[in-house]
């Protein structure tokens, strides 16, 4: 039996009458230092904070982490260019959903470095492969203030293709259009048949299924 379209055995998410908390922003109030994200984690210290971005630099260079500062727009992005960090089709205050960083590891040892050093300073993590998934909410976190792991910037390669079973190993980053072409190139299209070619990438299809978010886009 199900009520306005769901099963009686699931947990309401959203009861009648719920409120949203919201997040802790650095603006008119509070001390700010230069380098403080627009929305820090929660229960992450200012200080904390700086030496959790140090930290990350020391992983693997400053080139891959980006601090959401207040000054910061929040504007733009599109499906064709998605924006990270933030909500681009935000429908609470455009600057609820929005990350503290956004660090773009560049291999499997930087992504396991980088959630050994969130694990250990109580850091929340937001990852995503393109940030082209709206039904999963995309590159914007739940938790307002996460680190967002952006998988798929420089982690985009196809590693492997095997033609007799008709699947490939790709790093998050591969859209659909990207293994064409890999499979163009090298001369494999008639021995693998892909789906169409798009900008998605399979990361997005294997969280949801291959069907899309069950609940509808959110």
């Known amino acids: 039996m199900t009520t306005n379209g769901q099963n009686e055995n699931t947990p309401n998410l959203h009861p009648s009458g719920a409120t949203l908390k919201m997040p802790t922003r650095n603006t008119n109030g509070t001390s700010q230092q230069p380098g403080d994200p627009m929305i820090p984690p929660p229960g992450i210290t200012p200080p904390q904070f700086q030496s959790f971005i140090s930290r990350a630099t020391s992983i693997a260079g ?32 455009h600057d609820y959903f929005v990350t503290s960083a956004v660090i773009s ?20 993590v937001w990852p995503y492969s393109i940030g082209r998934n709206m039904g999963y909410g995309g590159a914007a976190p739940r938790v307002p203030g996460s680190v967002g792991l952006y998988l798929g910037k ?31 190139e090298h001369g494999l299209r008639e021995k693998v048949w892909l789906d169409v070619p798009d900008l998605g990438c399979g990361g997005g299809w294997m969280i949801s299924r291959g069907e899309g978010s069950r609940k509808g886009n959110r």
């Not at 699947?167 to 990207?178: D, H, I, K, N, R």
Request: aromatic share 8%; glycine share 8%.
């Open 105 to 124: 590891p560049r291999s499997v040892p930087e992504v396991q470095e980088m959630m050994r050093l969130c694990t250990e300073t109580g850091v929340p």
């Open 62 to 93: 400053p080139e891959i982490v980006e601090v959401i500062l207040p000054d910061n727009s929040l504007s733009g992005g599109s499906y064709e260019n998605p924006c990270h960090g933030y909500d681009m089709d935000a429908i609470l205050d």
């Open 154 to 184: 420089n982690m985009n390669r196809v590693l492997k293709v095997d033609t007799e079973d008709a699947w490939a190993l790709v790093e998050p980053g591969v859209t659909f259009f990207g293994l064409h072409e890999y499979l163009a």
